[in-house]
C-alpha cells in the first residue's frame, strides 16, 4: 500500500512513517520543516530495506500541484501537517492559521476529488477550557476571547473538522478525525513548548525546571507508539468514517507532580521554579486547567487501550534524552 503522511518530518509522522514502513508499506511524506526536521527520519533512510520505499519531499501542504500528485499516487492520506505547539502559535499566529485552514482544505479538497482514505489529526485542544473530566466526542466546546491567541489553534483546528465532516455528509469523502491529548515519545522537541522533553532536559541538566502558573493544571499523557497503533487501525476500519475519536491516556498528573516525577527518574539535583502565566507567555494567555479524555468510543471500536504509561512515557523520554544528548 502507498501511504501519504503529510508532517511526516514531525514527531508523530516520522514514527507512523516507521510503523508502516515495517509494515511493508511505501510510505510518501511532504513536510515543510517548520517544526519537523529531516533528522527524525535520518535513521529510516539510512535502513536499506527502507530506502527504496521511502519518498520525501520536502515541500508545504499549500503547494497544490505537489500535493495533487502525491495524493494521486497514494491510497491512504495521514494528515499530520500543522502548526503546533503552544509557543509556535503564539509566535506566528498568522502562519499557523493559515497552514491548518488553508493546508487542510487542500488535503480535503484533493482526497475527495481522488476519492482518497484520510485520517485528520486534530486535537484535545478543541475542548477548549473545560475542567470537567472525561472529555468526550459530544462534549460542548468552550473557548476564551480571540484576544486570547491561544484559542486561534483550537479555532483553526476546530474549523478542520467542520471542513472534513462536512465533506463526508455531502461527497462521502471517507474520512476519519482523531483527537489527540497530549502525545510524547522520543524525538518530540521541547522547542515549542511542549513540556516533557522541556522538563526532562532541564532535570538532566540540571536546570531550574520551569512550572508554570501553580502547576496544578493536569494533563493525561500518551505515548507516540499508542497513537501510531490507533492511527493504523482507524484507517483500516470502515466504521469510522465521519467520526471523531480521543486517543489518550489514562492517568491524569498536574504539571507540579510531572516536574517531581521527572527530578525523582532523572535523580536530578534540579528545584522546581513557579513562573507566572503572564512572565512565560504575556498577559493575553489562557491555559487549559484540566484536560482528561474519554476513550470509550475508540476502545469499543477498535479495543484501543493505551499500553504504555506515564511511568514507562517519563523513562523512554529519559533514556532517549540521555543517549542523544538532548
Ligand atoms: N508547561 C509548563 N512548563 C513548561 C512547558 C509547559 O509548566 O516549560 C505547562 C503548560 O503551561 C501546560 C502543560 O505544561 O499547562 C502542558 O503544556 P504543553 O505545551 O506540553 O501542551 P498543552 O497541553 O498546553 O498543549
Redesign the pocket.
Known amino acids: 500500500m502507498r501511504v501519504l503522511i503529510t508532517g511526516g518530518a514531525g514527531f508523530i509522522g516520522s514514527h507512523l512513517a516507521e510503523a508502516y514502513l515495517d509494515k511493508g508499506d511505501e510510505v510518501y511524506i511532504i513536510d515543510n520543516l517548520s517544526t519537523g526536521s529531516l533528522d527524525n527520519i535520518a535513521h529510516l533512510k539510512e535502513k536499506g530495506s527502507y530506502q527504496k520505499r521511502l519518498f520525501v519531499q520536502v515541500d508545504s501542504i499549500l503547494n497544490r500541484d505537489a500535493m495533487l500528485e502525491l495524493i494521486g499516487t497514494c491510497e491512504v492520506v495521514h494528515h499530520l501537517a500543522a502548526a503546533v ?3 509556535y502559535i503564539l509566535d506566528k499566529p498568522m502562519e499557523s492559521i493559515t497552514t491548518n485552514i488553508q493546508g487542510t482544505e487542500v488535503v480535503l479538497e484533493l482526497c475527495n476529488k481522488f476519492k482518497k482514505r484520510v485520517l485528520l489529526a486534530s486535537t ?2 478543541v475542548y477548549g477550557k473545560h475542567t470537567h473530566a472525561p472529555l468526550v466526542e459530544t462534549d460542548n466546546i468552550i473557548y476564551g476571547p480571540s484576544s486570547k491567541f491561544r484559542w486561534s489553534y483550537a479555532a483553526s483546528k476546530l474549523m478542520d473538522e467542520f471542513m472534513a465532516l462536512a465533506y463526508y455528509r455531502t461527497t462521502g469523502l471517507q474520512v476519519t478525525i482523531a483527537r489527540l491529548f ?1 502525545t510524547v515519545g522520543p524525538r518530540q522537541t ?1 522547542a515549542y ?4 522533553p ?2 526532562v532536559r532541564q532535570a538532566l541538566k540540571n536546570e531550574p525546571l ?4 501553580d ?1 496544578q ?1 493536569t ?1 493525561t499523557f500518551t505515548d507516540v507508539k499508542d497513537v501510531v497503533w490507533a492511527f493504523m487501525r482507524l484507517a483500516e476500519n470502515e466504521s469510522s468514517c465521519g467520526q471523531v475519536y480521543n486517543i489518550g491516556g489514562l492517568e491524569e498528573v498536574s ?1 507540579l507532580e510531572l ?1 517531581q516525577r521527572i527530578i525523582s527518574l532523572c535523580n536530578s539535583g534540579s528545584e522546581i521554579q513557579l ?1 507566572p ?1 503572564d512572565k ?1 507567555f504575556g498577559k493575553d494567555f489562557e ?2 486547567q484540566r ?1 482528561v479524555p474519554g476513550i470509550e468510543k475508540i476502545e469499543s471500536l477498535i479495543g484501543f487501550s493505551p499500553k504504555i504509561d506515564l511511568h514507562a512515557i517519563l523513562a523512554r523520554v529519559i533514556d532517549y534524552m540521555r543517549k542523544h544528548n538532548k
Open positions: 505547539g503552544v509557543e484535545s485542544e497530549n521541547g513548548g511542549m513540556v516533557i522541556r522538563l520551569t512550572v508554570y502558573g502547576g493544571q494533563r504539571i516536574a513562573i502565566y512565560a491555559d487549559m484536560r
